[in-house]
C-alpha cells in the first residue's frame, strides 16, 4: 500500500473510532454549581453509596463545574421534610421514600407497602421504567423532577427479644412503621404499629418504646441497629419506594447538556446500585451472626398470609386513588406475580414454630 492511501485510512479509521465514543460536551456549557443534597441515611448505607457515585459522576463529568454537598443522617432535613424541603428550594436535591409523602400524595400510597414491587434486579428495573414517568407527572407539580431509583436490599422483621413467626407471636407486638399504609399493614398482620423517627429507633428498640421494626437489611446494618434486636424473621419482602429528586427550578438552571448529564449519571448510578447490593444480604447476615443475631425463616404458609394480608390495605388505598394511583396499582397489579415472597439468598433456617 502506498505510503499515502496508508495515511488516508489510518485518518478514515481513527474518524470512524472517534464518532463511535460518546464526545463530551465542552465544560463551559455547564453552569457552577453546588448541589445541596439531603438523606435521611447515613453516609455508609448502599443507597448513600449510589448517591454520591452518582454526584461523583456528575463532578467528573462536568469539569468540576458542578459539585455536591451532602448531609445525611438527616443533618439537613428529616426524611418527613425532605420532600417539602426539596420543591421549596431547602435542599437542591435529595433522597426520599414514599412513605413520607403518601399524607398528602395518596395516589403513591401503594407503593410504601410491602409486597407491592418486585425487588429482582430485571423486574425492578422494568418496574421503575414504567412506575417513575408516573411519579415524574406527579413530582413536577411539587416543584422537583425525579432522576433515579436507589436500589435498596429486602425488609425482614427485626426484634428486641423474639421472632414473629405466627399469627400468634404478631398478636399485640409493638412495631415500628413508616407511614400510615404500613401501619394499616402491621394492623392487617395483627400487630400494634407504632410511628418512631428513623433516627430515634436505636433508642426506642434499646429502651423497649419498640419491640421490632420493618426495616432493610442495609439501613439495618448502617444504623447499628443488629446492637440492641438480635432476632430477625426473614419475611424478605420489598418496601417503601425510593427516589432521588431535584429541585424544578435547579433543574432548569442546569440547561440541556447539564440536564443529560444529571439523567445519564443517574442510569449509571441505578446499575451501580444493583452492583452494590449483590451479595450485600449474605455478608450482613454474616456480619450480624458474629454480633450474636439470630435468624430464621417463617413457614411458606405464614409468609403468604402476611402477603395476603395486605390485599385488605389494597382495598383502603383503592379508593382514595386519583387518575396517576389508578395508573400505579394497574402496573404493581401486572408485576404481582413477580414479587418474591420470602428470602432467596443466605441463611433460611426455618422458625422453630415450622
Not at 398528602?104 to 401503594?110: C, E
Request: proline fraction near 5%; glycine fraction near 8%; charged fraction near 25%.
Amino acid at each position: 500500500m502506498r505510503p499515502g492511501v496508508f495515511f488516508v485510512v489510518i485518518v478514515l479509521v481513527f474518524s470512524l473510532t472517534a464518532l463511535s465514543e460518546p464526545v463530551p460536551a465542552a465544560t463551559e456549557q455547564f453552569p457552577r454549581m453546588q448541589i445541596k443534597l439531603a438523606s435521611q441515611n447515613p453516609e455508609a448505607d448502599l443507597s448513600s453509596q449510589a448517591v454520591k457515585f452518582w454526584g461523583d459522576t456528575v463532578t467528573q463529568r462536568t469539569g468540576g463545574r458542578i459539585t455536591f454537598q451532602y448531609f445525611w443522617s438527616g443533618s439537613l432535613l428529616t426524611i418527613a421534610q425532605v420532600f417539602d424541603g426539596i420543591r421549596d428550594g431547602l435542599a437542591d436535591a435529595g433522597y426520599g421514600v414514599t412513605t413520607a409523602i403518601s399524607g398528602k400524595i395518596p395516589d403513591v400510597a401503594l407503593l410504601e407497602l410491602p409486597f407491592a414491587f418486585p425487588l429482582d434486579d430485571d423486574n425492578i428495573i422494568k418496574f421503575q421504567g414504567e412506575v417513575n414517568p408516573i411519579l415524574d407527572e406527579i413530582f413536577q407539580r411539587f416543584n422537583q423532577k425525579i432522576i433515579f431509583n436507589p436500589t435498596i436490599t429486602a425488609d425482614p422483621i427485626t426484634c428486641k427479644s423474639k421472632f414473629l413467626d405466627s399469627p400468634q407471636a404478631w398478636k399485640g407486638t409493638l412495631v415500628r412503621a413508616a407511614g400510615r399504609w404500613q401501619a394499616e399493614t402491621m394492623k392487617a398482620w395483627g400487630a400494634n404499629p407504632t410511628v418512631i423517627n428513623l433516627g430515634d429507633l436505636y433508642t426506642a428498640l434499646q429502651r423497649g418504646t419498640a419491640d421490632c421494626a420493618l426495616l432493610v437489611y442495609n439501613l439495618l446494618d448502617s444504623l447499628r441497629i443488629y446492637e440492641v434486636a438480635k432476632y430477625i424473621t426473614r419475611i424478605d419482602h420489598s418496601i417503601n419506594y425510593q427516589v432521588v429528586t431535584v429541585n424544578l427550578d435547579v433543574w432548569k438552571k442546569l440547561g440541556p447538556q447539564g440536564q443529560k448529564v444529571f439523567l445519564e449519571a443517574g442510569e449509571q448510578a441505578k446499575k451501580k446500585s444493583l452492583e452494590l447490593r449483590k451479595d450485600l444480604t449474605v455478608n450482613i447476615i454474616a456480619k450480624f451472626k458474629g454480633q450474636g443475631v439470630r435468624f430464621c425463616t417463617p413457614s411458606t404458609e405464614e409468609i403468604t398470609r402476611l402477603r395476603d394480608a395486605t390485599n385488605q390495605v389494597w382495598d383502603q388505598i383503592r379508593k382514595e386513588q386519583g387518575e396517576a394511583g389508578r395508573r400505579i396499582m394497574a402496573i404493581a397489579t401486572r408485576y404481582r406475580d413477580k414479587v418474591v415472597t420470602g428470602p432467596v439468598e443466605g441463611d433460611r433456617t426455618p422458625c422453630s414454630g415450622r
